[in-house]
């Protein structure tokens, strides 16, 4: 294990399916509520599409910044409102210029310039409040950055569903290398024409309620939303102990089979945060539902932990919300640790029928109720596997209560 | 700069290479340029574009509205992170790889995160790869900054051989003439920083929109 700096989550927001309320996100969470999860009939045609659409109303981004008006960026402003305490003192006591922000997307706002081309074809012309920095990914942090007035760096990573995750290693390294003194990362993804119909064609979403690691599995559900957290350099609370990243050299749109790729991210993860398998209280899955995920991820969590990891995917509840998913699920396993008291933590059930797929390694999945007992320092861990093979885990912990 | 065409990159797999954008090619083939082979596999990578596959994208865009199905091959070939992947398969790199987009700001940003890659793992090169070719044309007139198709890539490391460089950030308000030469719109910063690099009588450059200025000098 490397010497780290400290590396606090501070603070966390999000906006999912379940809602936008803390309170509201982690009830849906621990009853594994399948329910919010809506059927679409306009994102691919001729087919109705079940989707984790964010359903409470979004804020209006100001005219001032009008130009990164987007739905991509409303759903960021709705969490950043709710952490606007948090991020004013911040910003008094470390200064704008210490500020970054990193942000991860995959579609930044591309539902915005579909309704733009739309109204192109029907009029000849783009449509009116259209701009570029709604479209240009780099944009998702800008607006964040423009928003807040923060001076410090900014700018967007995209690496498909592994975006998330790899935005809060960047921010620990922001710190580490002593750029900011406090960063401002996440991720925010929109349900659009591109990804939904993109995934239909690759043929990897599903017609039914997610489902992973069932025998019945058909495929990813999408859903969209915003995960953001405050990043500082300081000891104590909910820490990121450790990132484990790698890539798979294997195929543009497919993971390994043998699951080598997603191995070894998380054993690196692990040496990362000094840390052995037996440490781990929680993985949370990448869990997508898609046959090849489920069977190479199971087949790797076993090789690196045992069949006896308490485990379990959050994708069935809010779906696959894709460069968002790595900073939310972060932020679920944050909600996990800052809601521990007395010992014990609540584990987020695996939503699914039940039906165990006898082609799949053994995984330990968390039935709803279930609670862990635990002494000292916990440590939970969050896959995020991206297309095109790029791989980010991360480790959470801290001493209860944090 | 801004000419048409781009590299044949020959030494992509025809399989590769058949699907492989304008973007991809032009990225890749400074990529393996710029890396030594035996490193080509052992590198962490940064890949940077501010556009990315827009120009691509726009057809899927175009399908879309028109409520046709989308070629998952072409979807597949625009993700943010297709030169990362293409990288990763061509050369049989297993490390870890970030694609980025920073507005005006992608090269001095893609700089800054091979720095936070050498802060995970000092001992590792880092190779940044950053390009972009012409965006869709109805998004054109949109753009704040002058278009060129170009890519680049660095090789970099806290030691060893080759250019040293120092680095730093600074923020707040800048005081006008006190930057270097800086047409609006400008260039692409990545082409300001080879411009610079190859004209050893200045000592340092300054680059950045805004409150941010990213600091280079030669040590």
């Known amino acids: 294990m490397r010497e780290h700096a400290p590396c606090r989550l501070r603070a966390l927001g999000m906006v999912n399916a379940l809602g936008a309320l803390s309170d509201e996100i982690w009830q849906g969470l621990l009853a594994g509520d399948q329910s919010r999860l809506t059927w679409r009939d306009d994102l691919v045609p001729g087919r109705s599409l079940l989707v984790g659409e964010v359903r409470s109303p979004l804020p209006e981004i100001p005219s001032a910044l009008r130009r990164y008006r987007c739905r991509n960026n409303a759903l960021s402003l709705a969490v950043l409102l709710g952490l606007e305490a948090e991020l004013a003192a911040v910003i008094a006591e470390v200064g704008r210029g210490r500020v970054g922000v990193v942000m991860g997307t995959s579609t930044s706002g591309v539902s915005d310039a579909e309704a733009a081309l739309c109204h192109n074809a029907a009029h000849g012309v783009l449509a009116p409040g259209f701009d570029y920095p709604q479209l240009e990914f780099g944009g998702a942090a800008g607006f964040v950055a423009a928003y807040l007035g923060s001076e410090g760096p900014v700018y967007t990573l995209s690496t498909a569903c592994s975006s998330g995750a790899r935005a809060l290693a960047s921010a620990r390294s922001l710190l580490a290398l002593g750029v900011c003194d406090a960063v401002v990362a996440g991720a925010t993804d929109t349900l659009c024409g591109l990804t939904t119909n993109g995934f239909c064609a690759l043929q990897a979403v599903s017609d039914e309620l997610p489902n992973p690691m069932s025998a019945n599995r058909k495929g990813l559900t999408l859903g969209e939303g915003s995960a953001i957290l405050l990043v500082t350099r300081e000891e104590g609370g909910i820490q990121l102990e450790g990132v484990g990243e790698s890539s798979e050299a294997h195929h543009m749109s497919a993971p390994d089979p043998a699951g080598g790729g997603a191995e070894n991210a998380m054993r690196e993860a692990l040496r990362d945060a000094g840390l052995t398998p037996a440490d781990i209280a929680y993985v949370n899955l990448h869990g997508t539902g898609t046959p090849l995920n489920d069977a190479m991820e199971s087949a790797a969590v076993v090789r690196v932990f045992g069949e006896q990891v308490p485990a379990s995917s959050t994708k069935a509840l809010v779906g696959h919300t894709l460069g968002a998913a790595g900073a939310m699920e972060a932020g679920f396993c944050w909600m996990m640790l800052a809601r521990a008291s007395d010992g014990q933590i609540a584990l987020l059930p695996h939503a699914w029928d039940g039906r165990r797929d006898p082609a799949l390694a053994r995984l330990r999945l968390v039935d709803k109720g279930e609670r862990a007992r635990v002494e000292g320092r916990v440590h939970l861990l969050t896959n995020s596997f991206g297309f095109g093979g790029n791989n980010c885990v991360l480790v959470l912990g801290g001493e209860l209560p944090c | ?219």
């Open chain 2, 1 to 219: 700069m801004g000419c048409e065409g781009s590299p044949d990159a020959r030494f992509l797999p025809p399989m590769l290479r058949r699907r492989c954008t304008a973007l991809s090619k032009a990225m890749l083939h400074v990529a393996f340029e710029g890396c030594p082979a035996e490193e080509r596999s052992e590198v962490r990578t940064v890949f940077a574009s501010r556009h990315g596959e827009n120009k691509e994208s726009f057809p899927l865009f175009e399908s879309i509205a028109k409520g046709q199905p989308l070629s998952p091959a072409k979807f597949t070939h625009t993700v943010h992170n297709a030169q990362a992947g293409l990288f990763s398969i061509a050369s049989g790199n297993r490390q870890a790889s970030s694609s980025l987009s920073g507005e005006r700001d992608t090269f001095a940003t893609a700089f800054l995160e091979a720095l936070t890659h050498l802060e995970r793992e000092p001992g590792r090169s880092v190779l940044v790869v950053t390009g972009d070719v012409a965006i869709a044309p109805l998004f054109a007139p949109l753009l704040d900054e002058r278009e060129a198709a170009y890519a680049v890539a660095l090789l970099l490391a806290w030691n060893g051989e080759g250019t040293k460089l120092g680095f730093e950030l600074a923020s707040g308000t800048k005081e006008r003439g006190s930057r270097g030469p800086s047409p609006d719109p400008a260039w692409p910063q990545a082409l300001e920083f080879v411009r610079w690099l190859h004209d050893e009588g200045t000592p340092r450059l300054e680059l950045g929109v805004g409150p941010r200025t990213f600091c280079w000098q030669r040590a």
